[in-house]
C-alpha cells in the first residue's frame, strides 16, 4: 500500500480540482501534500474496477465514530453506480457509532452521501460535514 501513495495524491487532485477552483482554493503543491500528510495505509482501501485500480476510500475510526477520508474514484467511473456500492459497502460493515465525513461546498459528492442516510452536521464556506447514525 505505501507504493500507492504517489499515484492516489495524483488521484486526488484530479477529482477534487474542479470543486477547489470553484471555490478559490485549488492549489496544485497543497491538494498534494494534504493527502501525503493524511495518508494512513492501514485504514485505505484500493477501489478495483476490472483488474485496474480506480479509487481509494480510508475508513479510520475516530473514538466511537469511524470517519470516512479520501474517497476518491476516478473521474471516467463517476456517476455510474461504483462509489455507491463502495459507500453501502463500509457502511454495511459492523460499527456501533455514527460514521463521520466531510465534503466540499457544492460537490456532486453530498447527494451520493445524503442518498445513504447522511445528514448535515455543520459547514463553512469550505467544507460540509456530514453523518449518518449507526442503523439498529
Do not use: K
Not at 26 to 50: C, L, N, Q, S, W
Not at 54 to 71: K, L, Y
Amino acid at each position: 500500500m505505501p507504493g500507492d501513495i504517489e499515484w492516489l495524491v495524483e488521484l486526488r487532485a484530479e477529482v477534487l480540482r474542479a470543486d477547489l477552483e470553484r471555490l478559490g482554493r485549488y492549489d496544485e503543491h497543497r491538494v498534494r501534500e494534504r493527502m501525503r500528510a493524511g495518508f494512513r495505509p492501514e485504514f485505505t482501501r484500493v477501489i478495483v474496477v476490472d483488474g485496474a485500480d480506480a479509487g481509494s476510500i480510508t475508513v479510520r475510526p475516530d473514538g466511537a465514530s469511524r470517519c470516512i477520508e479520501h474517497f476518491y474514484l476516478a473521474s471516467a467511473l463517476q456517476g455510474r453506480g461504483v462509489g455507491g456500492e463502495v459507500l453501502g459497502r463500509v457502511l454495511a460493515e459492523p460499527h456501533d457509532g455514527p460514521t463521520r465525513l466531510n465534503v466540499l461546498q457544492g460537490s456532486p459528492a453530498r447527494r451520493l452521501y445524503e442518498r445513504a442516510g447522511f445528514t448535515l452536521d455543520s459547514e463553512t464556506e469550505v467544507d460540509v460535514f456530514l453523518s449518518r447514525a449507526p442503523r439498529a
